[in-house]
Each structure stands twice: as structure tokens, then as C-alpha cells.
């Protein structure tokens, strides 16, 4: 709501976002950052505080309205207001009453009681065993009894048990206790026993005479009664009853002559003021029912709809009960801090208050949970929850300190009732905010922790979804509003619930029976002062009463009034009553000074204090230990990781692992494959597999049989898409290697005619369990060889020289699985032909292409998912579909270095019939004007979901937007080195800097876009000219593509390593999993990690294995000896 109330001056309703450098994002993050690392320490520490105050709040509780302990609220509306000056109506009665003291906290005392049984039989006339069921004639109603008192018999005969009349009364008195008895008072022993045992005795009119409405200034113990500062009598009558007239007259005829007795406030015993109340007691009516039904319906509705969007289908039903329990304990814990602010909460019916907090919780958690599906699946678990609540927090506290304003500005205008319920809700915000930040939070990082929520973080923002786009269902105006893709979005939902229901609860109060309800009564009673909603309270000076007469009106117990109506107006649910202010009789000699240290809390929190303490203790400490024990048995195989993470999170998110002591010389080549093996090939004549499965264990390749098969030189390796074989192509022959018997396979003779491959892969045939591999030779010819049968063929894809030769894996649609391949070669004269395999044979056709006329196409790159393929021109890159051979769209550049140039996509979904989409595109490389790694992303506008990569296969649907409706963002990154897009949509390079040797800060290369966002350590700019400059190797990374851009470095090395002056360049560097590079670094491999890899599935770029990578799990590979090797920890 803030942000719309902002739009005048900020220009838009969005909230703001804080940058990474901002203080208070900086705060929240860290401790993000920190909760979900001491997961236990902060879900204990939740427990903790809501054990301590859930715990009481049934014995601060309680639907019995006759002991100390406050009221629950019912399905019921009620209420004790006053009424202003300007409300001219007629009361339906009339509320005398007298109020008895002794000294301070005695009335219980016999002298005291058996002094008010004096004063009532002055005013009222003997009531002694008091019965007014007589049967006897009724009285003329104009007969004269003005001048003279009523006999008992006549005073009887008005009470309201022999029928209603102008003339009725009745009255209710703690000397009812003992039937108004001298004898039987005087024979009392303990008084305390017996006004606690007939607490629940009703009067003739069926009123019970509770201790709140006969006594005033109570104390409790154990919620009985121990002590009482006035005795309370009251008389209700209507406006023609002659028993009021007397009491009246009674009353300061009393205070004259019983002076010497009494001390009277007032002096002359007449009441000096009177003030219009009005009780209400309205049950919750059908139209209520409705509409709180309505609204719990809609809230469970939107929680189950935007729970549906979260792909946890393993976490679900825990986020549902996380999401219950973090509301119940919020609401419980505020329940339990109003006991003992004695707040009364039983004006309200009971199912609004669930209701308020869950609108505007759950609009806090999922912003919550989305933003921590944005963030990159490979970071850490730390890292992700900290990024997610820097993000967020600061919007959750805006709405909780804008929400607490908007309660307190209203409370001081609206009703008693309403006022309550406003503090309530405050307390409940604030609550609701502590169990976000502790107890959701620290559930949340165990369920991306444990990978139930992981998983699907990977799917939604960075892996293949198999769902067809087609198959989406129309956007709705309702779930644009639920997406915040329009004006009216679930940001403000929480705050209009609680705004119309304070609006509605008001409505209530003010649209009562007894008072005609217009417009503007409503707008002075919301802007009337609040000094005038009751009269000046009459001076009792020196008394020092426990509970003043106003203060005592306001706590009567509801069902008091619903008993009172149901005698007055049998049929109604309010009553107007004219309150005459209490006439107080003072014993004369008693001490009305209070005694030192008076309670301030309630008596039930003492009761709680002084009764439960240790079971309490007790319950606290059992409960947050079976929490522990709990939290062990259910992460009993990875509370090693989540014990350790102290040390683990601490680490940057960039992690450097070495494959040390594998080779003599400089490496020179290095394949992956697709589970994950690393293979090696140095100058020192050694081919090398590291399986990455078994701490990087290796071994040797071992050297051929014969010379004829030595391997070396080795233009080119590859292998099969199960990780079963190896190829090796060298200078004459092809060698096959069985990577899971670990022995040589066979050979077959190659020619290359003195130029190395432009292709070099596995066909798609097979004989003898061995597939064919193809080798596409500079020359424009390829040959595709059994090496079984030692059988090959050969075809001529082009008559001139090739450049470049991309191979194409076609799955073809989910109906016809069967994949097809295709190979896309470009000619130095820059021609195109498309290669198909075609029922055993290899078939080229020239592909024609609407180029640049004054310049040539200086590469191609496959789009592996989307049966394309792009062609590089020097500042243009044209997308192609694979089987029309139609551009699909053509993408500016900078002028580019050749054959720069890579790309990555994010959020893939792929329909049956290749009609895909992507959420963003990237595309780098080098400018060749600086040097500069260029960074353009291509993501939706914001009314899209996602992008429709190829309109080859029709139109896009309504959620995604073409080529032309995208959005671009470009970055750029000083001296990138050597580097390479990663499949989790990141982009990790590998580069050689200066290092100032005075204070070890590198210059700086920062660049300008992540300048206010950069996770450098220790950068420092110092004049350059008075530092020596050394050379260092660092990698870096930029994450958050489509969003503001996250960029962090890291050094290669360990400070002062000796490699860092031997090694002048880099080897190559290959893709390893789903967010690591494997670089070649002298002799060694380093594994470049960004955040967390388990390589524990297929990460080829087939997409077989990328589909595969989407429902990788998180878990420890089983134990296996280690072949000697060495593994460095950078």
C-alpha cells in the first residue's frame, strides 16, 4: 500500500529494490546468510520463544466469564460503549448503582458486608430472603407513590419477574450470596468460600451473579477470588419505575443521616453526571457467516494457488504445515502478550483474527520463496537464502511498519472493540515478521538443503522443463493479479483485508438496532476526539480505588448483557442504558492508602507464575530437546554437512579444486564426459582419466600393444553419449578405449591427408555393439568408419575447404522419438550445406542463406535443443532453424572477434513439436575493438513469461513474446581470458592480473554495471605509481544474467604459489557438469566449482542428459579405492 501512496513522488507502484551495497540489504542478507547456515540454532531459538508464550495461554484463557483469566473470543459481536452527547434517543434502562468500600482490598470483611446489607435495605426497603413472585392485584400504574415509600408488597409487585413494564425493575447484589441475610451473614465463617462457590448462583431474573458485576477491584489466586476492594449493588430500572424514584430519593436521604457511618462521595449522595452506553451482544449473522467464508475461501485459494506454482511436489505438504504453524504461533504468541497487556479480545467473533494475519503472511512468504527461486541453484544454500531475504526484507518491513501506522492511526479513532483487535494485530505483525525471519526462514534452507525444494529451484529458473508451452493454460486476469503482472496485485492484498475488515467490524458497532445508522453518524464518530467519548469521570479524591467506575463498565462480562437484554428485550441483541455515575460509601475509619508493590500483571499470570513455573520450564526445555532430536533423525545423513556448514558456507562461491601430480608436462587437451570423467593429454605423452565420481580419483591409459596404435599425436577425442567408449583420433588411425573395463578396444585406419578434422564424433549406427565414428576432414570430405569390421564410407559434403563443422542431434517430436543427425558445415568460401543421415547414407544439400554481401559467415554453433543453429557474421549472428533453413531472427553485435563468440539460455521448455521457449538468452564474446568480453541478455517484458524461441512451428502462446519484444541487457568484462558459458546460465572465466605487492589489492578491473554490487574482498584503489605490480591468475564469474548481474572473483592460487610465475597461459578449458570448468593450468587440471557440484548425473550438452540433469539429486557417492593421484585444495 506504501508504494501506491508513494506513486506521486517515485513515479511507479513497484517497491523499490536495494542495491547489494545498500546498508540495511547488506544487514539482511548477512544475516540470511546466517540463519540458514545455524539452521538449528535459529529454529531452536524460534521454538524457544514460542513454546514460552504458547504455553501459558491456556491458563490466561478462558470461557468461563466468572474467574480471573481473560475472555476467548466467541462467534459473537460485542460490546460496552459509550455514547456522545449528540445521540438523542431513549434508553431501554436505567443503571443506578452504589459502591460499598472498607480500606483498600477489604470489602470482604464482615463489618463492611453487613454495613452494605444496611445501605441496601435503606434504598431498596427489606429485602431479606428477597422474592418478588407474588400473586397479588396490580396496582393502578398512575397511583400516587411520589411522596411516599412503597411497601414491600407494591415495590415487589414492579419487579420485571411479574412482566415487563415502564414501571419494571431489578436489581443484583453480592448480599444476594447469602439471600440478603444479617443472621446468615453474621454466621459465615469464611466469606471467600462462599462467594467463590456461589459465583454461579442467577438472581430471579436468571442474571448471574458473577464477580464482575458485583464487585469491583478484584484479586484472584488459583482463579478464585481473594479479595475485593468494593461491594457493588445496581439497580436497572425503566423509566417509569417508582422503585428508581425512591432510590434516588433514598440515596441522599441516606448520606445525611448515616454521616457519622459513611463518608459519601458525593457528599449529598445524589449521582453528579450520566452518560449513554450502549451493550451489544450480536451473534454473528448469516451475512457474516458468508462472508468470512468467502474470504478464508479466497486466502486458501490463493495459498494453494501460488503454492501450486512452487514445483516443490516433494516439499508441498511441509511448506503447507510450515506456513500453518508459523501463522498458529504468531497468532497464539499475540494472544498470550494481550492476556498480559489485559487486553480484551472477546468483542470480536473469533474467526476474523486468523483471518487478517494469514492475508497479509502469506504475501511476506512468497515473495520470500520466489525470490529464492531466482536466485542461481548452484549457489550455496547460505547464499541463496541470504541473496532471498536481502531482497525481500526490507519490503517486509516496510509493510510491517506501514501496516503498525495505519493500526495505530486507527485505534485512536474507532471503537473500544475494534481498538482491541487493531492491537492485536500489530503485535500479531510483528510476531508474524520474527517467525519469518527465524523459524520459516531456517525450515526453508533445510528444505533446499535437503534438495526437495532444490530440485525444483533448478527446474523452474535454470534447467529443461519437458512441459509443452502449448499446453499452458491461458493467462487469466486472476492469475495476472495473483503474478503482480497488473496493478492490482497480492502486494497490497494483505493490508485492503485488514483495512476492510476494521471498516466492516466498525460498520457493526455503529449499525446497531437501537441507534438509526447514517452515513454521517459514521464519518463524526470516525473523526470525533477521543476525549469526548466519555464523560468526565467524577472526582473521587483520595480514595484510591482499585478500578475506577468507567473502567469497571467497560470490563462487564458479555454474558451479563446478553442475560440483561434477554429480560429487557427479549428479542434484540443491544440495549441502551443511561449509566448514572456510582454513589460510594466509605466505612468511616478505613485506610484507602494501597500497600507497596501493587501487581501490575494480571492475577492469572501470577497464578501462571506462582503454579506452573516448573512444569513450564520443564515443557520448554523437553520441547526444544525433541525439536533437536527431531532435526537429527531427520537429517540423520547429512547433519555432518549442516554441523560443518559453519566452516563450509564460509568459503566464496567460487571453490578452485586441483588434479595435481597427473602429468610431467603441460597439458594440451582436455574432453569431458558425459558422467562426469575428466580426460587429460599432456606433452608428456599420457592420456589421463579423472573420475570425478570418486574423489578425483585417475588412472593412466595404458600404452598399446602395438607401435602401430600408438595414439600420438592426438588430433581429437570424443565419446559415446553412455560413457562406455572413448575415441581417440591421432595422426593415421582411430583408437577406441573401454572406459568401464578400463582395456583398449579396437582401431581403424583414418586418412586426414595432413590437415586436422573440422568434426570428429560417434555416429548412429552400430555393428558388433560398437558405434560408427565420423571424422569430417578439412578437405570437405567425411568418412564414416565401423571399427569392428574395419568397413567405412566416404562422402563429399563440399568441393571447396571447410572452416567449421557442427553436428546436430534432431530427437524429433515425443511421438517419432527416433533422433536424426545432421551435420551444418561452412566452406571458406563461405557456402552452407546441411549433411542429413538418411537411412544409412549421409546426404548434403547446399542451405541458402540471405547474407551479407560484402563479407563472409565466420562460424556456426549448434543449438542442440532446438534443432537450430546459429550462424556468426563479424556483427551479427542469425538463428536458423535446422529443417527449414528459415532465419528465425538475426541478433546485433559489436564487432566481434572470430569464432568468440558463445552462448548460453536459461529455463527451457521444449513442446512435441520443437516448440520451445527459453525465460533469457545470452550471448559473449570478445569485442574486437578492446578486447572486452560483451555480455548481451535477452529476457521477456515484463507482461511475459518467456521467449519463444523458433517460429518455424507457429505462433507463440499468449505467455511468450517473440525476438522482437525482448528486452536487452548488455554488460562487459575488462581482460575476461580465457572463459565459457556454464549450463546453469553463468558465464566463468579464468584470467591474469595485476597484483599491487604493497598491499596485495588487485587492480581494478571491475566492471561498471556490477561497480555497487561486486563481492571483491579486500580491492582497494592506491596510487599505482608508487606500487611494484606483479602478475597474478584469478577466475571470475558473472551469476543473476537476466537480473541485475551478480560478479565475484576469486585468486587460482594459493598466495605466493610458485605456479603463479612459471605458467604464462592457459590450456583449454572444457564445461564439467552442471556448474563447473575444467581449465588446463601448467601440468595440473583445476576444477573451477561455482557453489555446490556433485557431479552425479550425465551433463553432456546432448538433450538426453540435459533433460537428465533436471532431476539430479544431492547425495554422497558411495565409497571406491582411490588410484594414486593428488587432489589440491586452492
Given at each position: 500500500?506504501?508504494?501506491?501512496?508513494?506513486?506521486?513522488?517515485?513515479?511507479?507502484?513497484?517497491?523499490?529494490?536495494?542495491?547489494?551495497?545498500?546498508?540495511?540489504?547488506?544487514?539482511?542478507?548477512?544475516?540470511?546468510?546466517?540463519?540458514?547456515?545455524?539452521?538449528?540454532?535459529?529454529?531452536?531459538?524460534?521454538?524457544?520463544?514460542?513454546?514460552?508464550?504458547?504455553?501459558?495461554?491456556?491458563?490466561?484463557?478462558?470461557?468461563?466469564?466468572?474467574?480471573?483469566?481473560?475472555?476467548?473470543?466467541?462467534?459473537?459481536?460485542?460490546?460496552?460503549?459509550?455514547?456522545?452527547?449528540?445521540?438523542?434517543?431513549?434508553?431501554?434502562?436505567?443503571?443506578?448503582?452504589?459502591?460499598?468500600?472498607?480500606?483498600?482490598?477489604?470489602?470482604?470483611?464482615?463489618?463492611?458486608?453487613?454495613?452494605?446489607?444496611?445501605?441496601?435495605?435503606?434504598?431498596?426497603?427489606?429485602?431479606?430472603?428477597?422474592?418478588?413472585?407474588?400473586?397479588?392485584?396490580?396496582?393502578?400504574?398512575?397511583?400516587?407513590?411520589?411522596?411516599?415509600?412503597?411497601?414491600?408488597?407494591?415495590?415487589?409487585?414492579?419487579?420485571?419477574?411479574?412482566?415487563?413494564?415502564?414501571?419494571?425493575?431489578?436489581?443484583?447484589?453480592?448480599?444476594?450470596?447469602?439471600?440478603?441475610?444479617?443472621?446468615?451473614?453474621?454466621?459465615?465463617?469464611?466469606?471467600?468460600?462462599?462467594?467463590?462457590?456461589?459465583?454461579?448462583?442467577?438472581?430471579?431474573?436468571?442474571?448471574?451473579?458473577?464477580?464482575?458485576?458485583?464487585?469491583?477491584?478484584?484479586?484472584?489466586?488459583?482463579?478464585?477470588?481473594?479479595?475485593?476492594?468494593?461491594?457493588?449493588?445496581?439497580?436497572?430500572?425503566?423509566?417509569?419505575?417508582?422503585?428508581?424514584?425512591?432510590?434516588?430519593?433514598?440515596?441522599?436521604?441516606?448520606?445525611?443521616?448515616?454521616?457519622?457511618?459513611?463518608?459519601?462521595?458525593?457528599?449529598?449522595?445524589?449521582?453528579?453526571?450520566?452518560?449513554?452506553?450502549?451493550?451489544?451482544?450480536?451473534?454473528?449473522?448469516?451475512?457474516?457467516?458468508?462472508?468470512?467464508?468467502?474470504?478464508?475461501?479466497?486466502?486458501?485459494?490463493?495459498?494453494?494457488?501460488?503454492?501450486?506454482?512452487?514445483?516443490?511436489?516433494?516439499?508441498?505438504?511441509?511448506?503447507?504445515?510450515?506456513?500453518?504453524?508459523?501463522?498458529?504461533?504468531?497468532?497464539?504468541?499475540?494472544?498470550?502478550?494481550?492476556?498480559?497487556?489485559?487486553?480484551?479480545?472477546?468483542?470480536?467473533?473469533?474467526?476474523?483474527?486468523?483471518?487478517?494475519?494469514?492475508?497479509?503472511?502469506?504475501?511476506?512468504?512468497?515473495?520470500?520463496?520466489?525470490?529464492?527461486?531466482?536466485?542461481?541453484?548452484?549457489?550455496?544454500?547460505?547464499?541463496?537464502?541470504?541473496?532471498?531475504?536481502?531482497?525481500?526484507?526490507?519490503?517486509?518491513?516496510?509493510?510491517?511498519?506501514?501496516?503498525?501506522?495505519?493500526?495505530?492511526?486507527?485505534?485512536?479513532?474507532?471503537?473500544?472493540?475494534?481498538?482491541?483487535?487493531?492491537?492485536?494485530?500489530?503485535?500479531?505483525?510483528?510476531?508474524?515478521?520474527?517467525?519469518?525471519?527465524?523459524?520459516?526462514?531456517?525450515?526453508?534452507?533445510?528444505?533446499?538443503?535437503?534438495?526437495?525444494?532444490?530440485?525444483?529451484?533448478?527446474?523452474?529458473?535454470?534447467?529443461?522443463?519437458?512441459?509443452?508451452?502449448?499446453?499452458?493454460?491461458?493467462?487469466?486476469?486472476?492469475?495476472?493479479?495473483?503474478?503482480?503482472?497488473?496493478?492490482?496485485?497480492?502486494?497490497?492484498?494483505?493490508?485492503?483485508?485488514?483495512?476492510?475488515?476494521?471498516?466492516?467490524?466498525?460498520?457493526?458497532?455503529?449499525?446497531?438496532?437501537?441507534?438509526?445508522?447514517?452515513?454521517?453518524?459514521?464519518?463524526?464518530?470516525?473523526?470525533?476526539?477521543?476525549?469526548?467519548?466519555?464523560?468526565?469521570?467524577?472526582?473521587?479524591?483520595?480514595?484510591?480505588?482499585?478500578?475506577?467506575?468507567?473502567?469497571?463498565?467497560?470490563?462487564?462480562?458479555?454474558?451479563?448483557?446478553?442475560?440483561?437484554?434477554?429480560?429487557?428485550?427479549?428479542?434484540?441483541?443491544?440495549?441502551?442504558?443511561?449509566?448514572?455515575?456510582?454513589?460510594?460509601?466509605?466505612?468511616?475509619?478505613?485506610?484507602?492508602?494501597?500497600?507497596?508493590?501493587?501487581?501490575?500483571?494480571?492475577?492469572?499470570?501470577?497464578?501462571?507464575?506462582?503454579?506452573?513455573?516448573?512444569?513450564?520450564?520443564?515443557?520448554?526445555?523437553?520441547?526444544?530437546?525433541?525439536?533437536?532430536?527431531?532435526?537429527?533423525?531427520?537429517?540423520?545423513?547429512?547433519?555432518?554437512?549442516?554441523?560443518?556448514?559453519?566452516?563450509?558456507?564460509?568459503?566464496?562461491?567460487?571453490?578452485?579444486?586441483?588434479?595435481?601430480?597427473?602429468?610431467?608436462?603441460?597439458?594440451?587437451?582436455?574432453?569431458?564426459?558425459?558422467?562426469?570423467?575428466?580426460v587429460s593429454v599432456g606433452l608428456d605423452r599420457t592420456i589421463r582419466v579423472w573420475n570425478l565420481h570418486y574423489n578425483f580419483a585417475s588412472y593412466v591409459l595404458d600404452r598399446p600393444s602395438s607401435p602401430i596404435n600408438d595414439p600420438f599425436p592426438i588430433f581429437s577425442m570424443t565419446m559415446d553419449e553412455e560413457s562406455n567408449w572413448l575415441a581417440i583420433l591421432s595422426q593415421y588411425r582411430v583408437l577406441f578405449w573401454d572406459l568401464s573395463k578400463q582395456t583398449w578396444g579396437p582401431s581403424v585406419a583414418v586418412e586426414l591427408y595432413g590437415h586436422k578434422p573440422e568434426a570428429f564424433f560417434f555416429g548412429s549406427t552400430r555393428k558388433n555393439g560398437v558405434r560408427s565414428v565420423v571424422v569430417v576432414r578439412h578437405n570437405g570430405t567425411m568418412v564414416e568408419l565401423w571399427p569392428e569390421t574395419n568397413y567405412f564410407k566416404e562422402y563429399v559434403i563440399c568441393r571447396s575447404s571447410?572452416?567449421?563443422?557442427?553436428?546436430?542431434?534432431?530427437?524429433?517430436?515425443?511421438?517419432?522419438?527416433?533422433?536424426?543427425?545432421?551435420?551444418?558445415?561452412?566452406?571458406?568460401?563461405?557456402?552452407?550445406?546441411?549433411?542429413?543421415?538418411?537411412?544409412?547414407?549421409?546426404?548434403?544439400?547446399?542451405?541458402?542463406?540471405?547474407?551479407?554481401?560484402?563479407?563472409?559467415?565466420?562460424?556456426?554453433?549448434?543449438?542442440?535443443?532446438?534443432?537450430?543453429?546459429?550462424?556468426?557474421?563479424?556483427?551479427?549472428?542469425?538463428?536458423?532453424?535446422?529443417?527449414?533453413?528459415?532465419?528465425?531472427?538475426?541478433?546485433?553485435?559489436?564487432?566481434?572477434?572470430?569464432?568468440?563468440?558463445?552462448?548460453?539460455?536459461?529455463?527451457?521448455?521444449?513442446?512435441?513439436?520443437?516448440?520451445?521457449?527459453?525465460?533469457?538468452?545470452?550471448?559473449?564474446?570478445?569485442?574486437?575493438?578492446?578486447?572486452?568480453?560483451?555480455?548481451?541478455?535477452?529476457?521477456?517484458?515484463?507482461?511475459?513469461?518467456?521467449?519463444?524461441?523458433?517460429?518455424?512451428?507457429?505462433?507463440?502462446?499468449?505467455?511468450?513474446?517473440?525476438?522482437?519484444?525482448?528486452?536487452?541487457?548488455?554488460?562487459?568484462?575488462?581482460?575476461?581470458?580465457?572463459?565459457?558459458?556454464?549450463?546453469?546460465?553463468?558465464?566463468?572465466?579464468?584470467?591474469?592480473?595485476?597484483?599491487?605487492?604493497?598491499?596485495?589489492?588487485?587492480?581494478?578491473?571491475?566492471?561498471?554495471?556490477?561497480?555497487?554490487?561486486?563481492?571483491?574482498?579486500?580491492?582497494?584503489?592506491?596510487?599505482?605509481?608508487?606500487?611494484?605490480?606483479?602478475?597474478?591468475?584469478?577466475?571470475?564469474?558473472?551469476?543473476?544474467?537476466?537480473?541485475?548481474?551478480?560478479?565475484?572473483?576469486?585468486?587460482?592460487?594459493?598466495?605466493?604459489?610458485?605456479?603463479?610465475?612459471?605458467?604464462?597461459?592457459?590450456?583449454?578449458?572444457?564445461?564439467?557438469?552442471?556448474?563447473?570448468?575444467?581449465?588446463?593450468?601448467?601440468?595440473?587440471?583445476?576444477?573451477?566449482?561455482?557453489?555446490?557440484?556433485?557431479?552425479?548425473?550425465?551433463?553432456?550438452?546432448?538433450?538426453?542428459?540435459?533433460?537428465?540433469?533436471?532431476?539430479?539429486?544431492?547425495?554422497?557417492?558411495?565409497?571406491?579405492?582411490?588410484?594414486?593421484?593428488?587432489?589440491?585444495?586452492?
Open positions: 500500500m506504501i508504494w501506491y501512496l508513494l506513486y506521486p513522488f517515485r513515479g511507479t507502484t513497484e517497491a523499490p529494490i536495494l542495491s547489494p551495497s545498500h546498508p540495511l540489504r547488506s544487514i539482511l542478507t548477512r544475516y540470511g546468510r546466517y540463519a540458514a547456515r545455524h539452521v538449528l540454532t535459529t529454529l531452536l531459538i524460534s521454538v524457544a520463544v514460542a513454546g514460552t508464550l504458547i504455553y501459558p495461554f491456556p491458563f490466561l484463557y478462558t470461557t468461563d466469564f466468572t474467574n480471573a483469566a481473560s475472555n476467548l473470543p466467541l462467534h459473537v459481536w460485542t460490546d460496552a460503549q459509550p455514547l456522545d452527547y449528540k445521540h438523542f434517543v431513549e434508553p431501554d434502562v436505567i443503571m443506578r448503582s452504589v459502591w460499598i468500600h472498607g480500606s483498600y482490598m477489604k470489602a470482604l470483611d464482615r463489618d463492611v458486608i453487613l454495613g452494605a446489607l444496611d445501605v441496601q435495605d435503606a434504598l431498596l426497603g427489606p429485602t431479606t430472603n428477597f422474592n418478588p413472585r407474588r400473586l397479588s392485584k396490580t396496582n393502578d400504574p398512575f397511583s400516587n407513590h411520589l411522596s411516599k415509600d412503597l411497601s414491600r408488597d407494591e415495590r415487589d409487585e414492579y419487579h420485571v419477574v411479574n412482566g415487563l413494564t415502564n414501571q419494571s425493575w431489578f436489581f443484583h447484589s453480592p448480599l444476594q450470596y447469602w439471600s440478603c441475610d444479617a443472621d446468615k451473614i453474621a454466621a459465615d465463617e469464611n466469606f471467600l468460600d462462599t462467594v467463590n462457590e456461589k459465583k454461579t448462583q442467577s438472581t430471579s431474573v436468571n442474571v448471574t451473579l458473577r464477580h464482575s458485576i458485583v464487585f469491583s477491584g478484584k484479586t484472584f489466586e488459583d482463579r478464585k477470588l481473594v479479595a475485593a476492594d468494593a461491594l457493588v449493588i445496581t439497580l436497572l430500572h425503566l423509566r417509569d419505575s417508582p422503585v428508581g424514584r425512591q432510590w434516588e430519593k433514598k440515596t441522599a436521604d441516606y448520606a445525611s443521616h448515616m454521616a457519622t457511618q459513611w463518608d459519601v462521595f458525593p457528599s449529598n449522595g445524589v449521582s453528579t453526571g450520566s452518560q449513554l452506553y450502549e451493550f451489544q451482544f450480536r451473534p454473528i449473522s448469516m451475512q457474516d457467516k458468508v462472508l468470512l467464508s468467502l474470504a478464508y475461501l479466497l486466502t486458501a485459494g490463493y495459498f494453494l494457488l501460488s503454492l501450486s506454482k512452487v514445483r516443490a511436489v516433494k516439499s508441498k505438504l511441509g511448506l503447507m504445515v510450515t506456513v500453518v504453524a508459523q501463522i498458529a504461533m504468531a497468532i497464539l504468541s499475540s494472544l498470550t502478550i494481550c492476556a498480559f497487556l489485559q487486553i480484551d479480545l472477546s468483542r470480536i467473533p473469533r474467526a476474523a483474527y486468523p483471518l487478517v494475519l494469514m492475508a497479509m503472511s502469506l504475501e511476506n512468504i512468497f515473495r520470500l520463496i520466489n525470490a529464492v527461486i531466482l536466485t542461481p541453484a548452484d549457489h550455496k544454500t547460505s547464499s541463496r537464502i541470504g541473496q532471498a531475504f536481502g531482497e525481500t526484507g526490507h519490503i517486509a518491513l516496510a509493510g510491517v511498519a506501514q501496516n503498525l501506522l495505519m493500526l495505530w492511526g486507527l485505534s485512536k479513532y474507532v471503537s473500544s472493540g475494534v481498538s482491541a483487535f487493531c492491537t492485536f494485530a500489530g503485535i500479531a505483525i510483528l510476531f508474524d515478521f520474527f517467525y519469518l525471519s527465524t523459524f520459516f526462514l531456517s525450515v526453508l534452507s533445510v528444505d533446499v538443503r535437503r534438495t526437495e525444494l532444490h530440485d525444483s529451484l533448478e527446474k523452474t529458473t535454470m534447467q529443461n522443463h519437458q512441459q509443452s508451452p502449448e499446453s499452458q493454460p491461458r493467462r487469466s486476469v486472476i492469475d495476472a493479479v495473483l503474478k503482480g503482472k497488473i496493478a492490482l496485485s497480492t502486494r497490497i492484498a494483505g493490508t485492503i483485508v485488514m483495512l476492510g475488515f476494521i471498516l466492516i467490524a466498525q460498520w457493526h458497532f455503529l449499525d446497531s438496532e437501537s441507534t438509526h445508522f447514517n452515513p454521517m453518524n459514521s464519518i463524526r464518530f470516525f473523526w470525533k476526539n477521543a476525549s469526548e467519548d466519555v464523560a468526565s469521570a467524577p472526582p473521587y479524591a483520595g480514595l484510591h480505588q482499585a478500578r475506577s467506575p468507567q473502567s469497571w463498565l467497560r470490563l462487564q462480562d458479555h454474558e451479563t448483557a446478553k442475560e440483561v437484554i434477554n429480560v429487557i428485550k427479549p428479542s434484540a441483541h443491544s440495549y441502551i442504558a443511561r449509566v448514572y455515575d456510582p454513589v460510594v460509601f466509605v466505612f468511616k475509619g478505613s485506610d484507602r492508602m494501597p500497600p507497596q508493590g501493587i501487581r501490575w500483571l494480571p492475577d492469572a499470570a501470577h497464578d501462571f507464575a506462582h503454579r506452573q513455573l516448573l512444569p513450564f520450564t520443564v515443557t520448554v526445555v523437553v520441547a526444544i530437546a525433541l525439536v533437536r532430536l527431531f532435526m537429527n533423525y531427520l537429517l540423520w545423513d547429512e547433519m555432518a554437512e549442516v554441523g560443518g556448514e559453519y566452516d563450509f558456507d564460509d568459503q566464496p562461491l567460487i571453490s578452485v579444486r586441483s588434479l595435481g601430480h597427473g602429468h610431467d608436462l603441460d597439458i594440451t587437451k582436455l574432453a569431458v564426459t558425459p558422467d562426469c570423467h575428466v571447410l572452416s567449421c563443422v557442427i553436428h546436430i542431434v534432431d530427437k524429433g517430436p515425443t511421438i517419432h522419438p527416433d533422433s536424426q543427425s545432421s551435420l551444418i558445415s561452412l566452406s571458406r568460401h563461405g557456402c552452407v550445406h546441411r549433411v542429413v543421415h538418411h537411412n544409412g547414407m549421409w546426404v548434403s544439400t547446399e542451405v541458402k542463406l540471405w547474407g551479407k554481401i560484402d563479407q563472409l559467415p565466420q562460424n556456426l554453433l549448434a543449438v542442440q535443443t532446438f534443432s537450430s543453429y546459429m550462424v556468426i557474421w563479424s556483427q551479427s549472428v542469425d538463428l536458423v532453424d535446422l529443417n527449414s533453413s528459415k532465419i528465425i531472427h538475426t541478433f546485433t553485435t559489436e564487432p566481434m572477434q572470430s569464432r568468440s563468440l558463445r552462448f548460453v539460455y536459461r529455463g527451457h521448455r521444449n513442446g512435441p513439436t520443437k516448440r520451445g521457449t527459453v525465460s533469457s538468452m545470452t550471448l559473449a564474446y570478445i569485442s574486437s575493438e578492446n578486447g572486452d568480453c560483451v555480455i548481451q541478455t535477452y529476457f521477456p517484458e515484463d507482461e511475459y513469461e518467456n521467449i519463444w524461441f523458433s517460429t518455424a512451428a507457429g505462433l507463440p502462446s499468449r505467455s511468450s513474446c517473440g525476438w522482437n519484444e525482448t528486452k536487452l541487457v548488455v554488460r562487459r568484462i575488462e581482460n575476461p581470458g580465457s572463459w565459457t558459458p556454464l549450463r546453469n546460465g553463468c558465464i566463468m572465466g579464468v584470467r591474469r592480473v595485476y597484483k599491487n605487492s604493497h598491499d596485495g589489492s588487485t587492480k581494478g578491473r571491475i566492471p561498471t554495471f556490477a561497480s555497487s554490487g561486486l563481492r571483491r574482498r579486500g580491492h582497494v584503489d592506491a596510487p599505482h605509481a608508487r606500487l611494484k605490480s606483479t602478475e597474478t591468475w584469478e577466475t571470475w564469474v558473472l551469476t543473476r544474467l537476466e537480473q541485475e548481474g551478480n560478479y565475484e572473483t576469486r585468486p587460482l592460487l594459493a598466495p605466493d604459489a610458485p605456479a603463479a610465475l612459471m605458467i604464462t597461459e592457459l590450456g583449454p578449458m572444457v564445461k564439467v557438469g552442471y556448474g563447473s570448468a575444467a581449465v588446463g593450468f601448467g601440468n595440473d587440471v583445476k576444477i573451477i566449482t561455482l557453489g555446490n557440484e556433485w557431479f552425479d548425473e550425465h551433463a553432456d550438452e546432448s538433450p538426453k542428459n540435459e533433460q537428465s540433469m533436471t532431476s539430479r539429486r544431492k547425495r554422497r557417492a558411495p565409497s571406491k579405492p582411490r588410484a594414486p593421484s593428488t587432489l589440491l585444495q586452492d
